[in-house]
Nanobody, 117 residues
Framework: QVQFVESGGGLVQPGGSLRLSCAASGSISSLYAMGWYRQAPGKQRELVARRTRNSITNYADSVKGRFTISRDNTENTVWLQMNSLKPEDTAVYYC???????????WGQGTQVTVAA
């Protein structure tokens, strides 16, 4: 099993910034990638950003240029810096771990991000 400690969500005005953090611990010997998905009400869960152990990053088109993912491999910790937030970024953000060549296998409990005036 993998345990997560997520933090950094909250309410912010449009144009503002938030920084999410996620620390994973436990049975993560095959950890390859970490990142964040999000799910808005009535919508499917979507990949926001992912960073592999060798620093390959992937971003959703909707967040490119605004969000930045970083990672500390030794501490199994990942951060998501979110700038220029928009109301459509409102969602629950879920941290995940992913083995090499597989789909994400473990998920954090989620943290709410709300962008509203």
């Amino acid at each position: 099993q993998v345990q997560f400690v997520e933090s950094g969500g909250g309410l912010v005005q449009p144009g503002g910034s938030l920084r999410l953090s996620c620390a994973a611990s436990g049975s993560i010997s095959s950890l390859y990638a970490m990142g964040w998905y999000r799910q808005a009400p009535g919508k499917q869960r979507e990949l926001v950003a992912r960073r592999t152990r060798n620093s390959i990053t992937n971003y959703a088109d909707s967040v490119k240029g605004r969000f930045t993912i970083s990672r500390d491999n030794t501490e199994n910790t990942v951060w998501l810096q979110m700038n220029s937030l928009k109301p459509e970024d409102t969602a629950v953000y879920y941290c995940f771990t992913q083995p090499y060549g597989s789909d994400p296998d473990y998920w954090g409990q989620g943290t709410q991000v709300t962008v509203a005036a």
